[in-house]
């Protein structure tokens, strides 16, 4: 399927007219260079290289065979790179059992394991790196790694921890004189990399609510990038915040207005990850499949898939699939996929542009504008909204869900509509 405008969906444009894209449907044939498709992938996975429970060569080939077309291995404060032996033990946080190395072998073959005795009497296993990984599991137009880490830090007890995206260079934990320092600090490391070796990056803010670290104000002064994870399948992260503190899509929905109206920044983006740990049942606290984004394409390449994102073309989602997303100028128009016996509610949610020189005037922040049931749901602007974002909420549960009751879902990201001649202004 061709689509005439297939080309501008990797422009993004902002000006006073606010940001356009659009995205088409999934073409038959992926290899063409002017046809767009989409790519599912997961940003956030942790092996035996930091805190996760298991090789890298067996966690990229269970994404793969869940479906997955493209996975970060995003370790904290390293990169998948030279020689690291990890303990064969039955026994530990995190043991390396003889029944994983056995399943390595029938899965890669008996050359492919490396096992020694170190000096200390202990058995242990070579953890192969990315290229290796690679070298076995990559397939053009079928499934690619992109490298990544965790940039792990810290300012007082808040933890900050941000994702860099197709990094060719480990990065350090930058550490700042604040909160907002030391989270900025980081992001524009992730950004004078990309910058310095000529090569499409990407930062993304990870889990705000983890150990309470960070607040909507926070999020919103990110400055440089313009993304967070708004779904983190990790159970310990408090992505619906408790009674005194909002949840991520909350949020998301305070930080957009605060960008919009007092920071003249432009509108966050919203990832969905499963910021997976724990590889092995019964383990449900961090597993893979929880939560990833759908890009759109024309190719599958790591600076391919970077560059659609950093345009905006994704969408994040459970479990709900969408066939088509258009932005324009004129609103906001889905196509989902729907399935026997399940419906479906679009929330289009925003909030409204209000004169600022009116006193006693609050505005509401993320307000529902309107709902939808059909499978596809459309909403035009009327010109006075400051920012719309549109989730889908399926009736059928998450088979393995972050917290009890969670509904699979999708999010679309925001758009900036070009106010009407009467519409108030905000600044």
Not at 81 to 97: K, N
Not at 317 to 335: A, C, M, P, Q, W
């Amino acid at each position: 399927m061709h689509r005439p405008w297939a080309h501008a969906l990797r422009l993004m444009i902002f000006s006073s007219a606010g940001w356009l894209a659009g995205c088409a449907g999934v073409p038959t044939d992926p290899t063409a260079a002017d046809t767009l498709r989409w790519w599912r992938g997961n940003t956030h996975t942790h092996s035996y290289w930091s805190d996760g429970n298991a090789c890298p060569e067996a966690i990229a080939a269970r994404y793969r065979d869940l479906g997955y077309d493209f996975l970060v291995l995003s370790d904290h404060n390293i990169l998948s790179r030279g020689e690291r032996w990890f303990p064969i033990s039955e026994t530990g946080s995190r043991p390396l059992r003889d029944t994983h190395v056995e399943a390595l072998r029938q899965r890669f073959g008996d050359d492919w394991v490396e096992v020694r005795t170190s000096a200390a009497g202990k058995r242990e296993l070579r953890l192969k790196t990315l290229e290796e990984v690679r070298s076995v599991l990559e397939e053009p137009g079928r499934f690619i790694l992109i490298e990544g880490e965790e940039i792990t830090d810290r300012f007082g007890k808040s933890e900050v921890h941000i994702n860099g995206l197709n990094l060719e260079e480990v990065i350090p934990p930058q550490h700042g004189d604040s909160l907002r320092d030391t989270i900025q600090r980081n992001i524009d490391a992730v950004i004078e990399q990309g910058r310095r070796l000529g090569r499409p990056v990407l930062a993304h803010l990870n889990h705000p609510n983890f150990q309470w670290s960070l607040t909507p104000l926070d999020v919103a002064h990110i400055r440089g990038e313009r993304f967070f994870e708004v779904y983190n399948g990790h159970r310990g992260v408090e992505n619906h915040g408790d009674e005194t503190r909002p949840g991520t899509e909350n949020m998301w929905d305070i930080a957009l207005t605060v960008r919009l109206t007092e920071l003249d920044l432009p509108p966050l983006f919203g990832l969905a990850t499963d910021d997976a740990h724990n590889h092995h049942a019964p383990d449900q606290v961090s597993i893979p499949g929880r939560g990833w984004v759908m890009v759109e394409s024309a190719t599958l390449t790591p600076d391919s898939i970077i560059q659609a994102m950093r345009a905006g073309a994704f969408y994040s989602s459970t479990g709900v699939v969408l066939e088509e997303v258009l932005r324009d100028g004129n609103g906001i128009r889905l196509k989902i996929r729907g399935e026997p016996g399940i419906s479906y509610e679009t929330r289009f949610v925003g909030s409204r542009r209000w004169d600022a020189e009116k006193e006693g005037v609050t505005p509401a922040v993320g307000e529902l504008f309107a709902r939808s049931q059909s499978l596809t749901p459309k909403y035009k602007f009327r010109g006075d909204e400051l920012y719309v974002r549109a989730v889908v909420i399926s009736s059928r549960m998450h088979p393995d869900p972050y917290a009890a009751g969670d509904f699979e879902s999708a999010w679309i990201q925001p758009v900036v509509p070009a106010p009407s001649p009467a519409a108030p202004t905000a600044r």
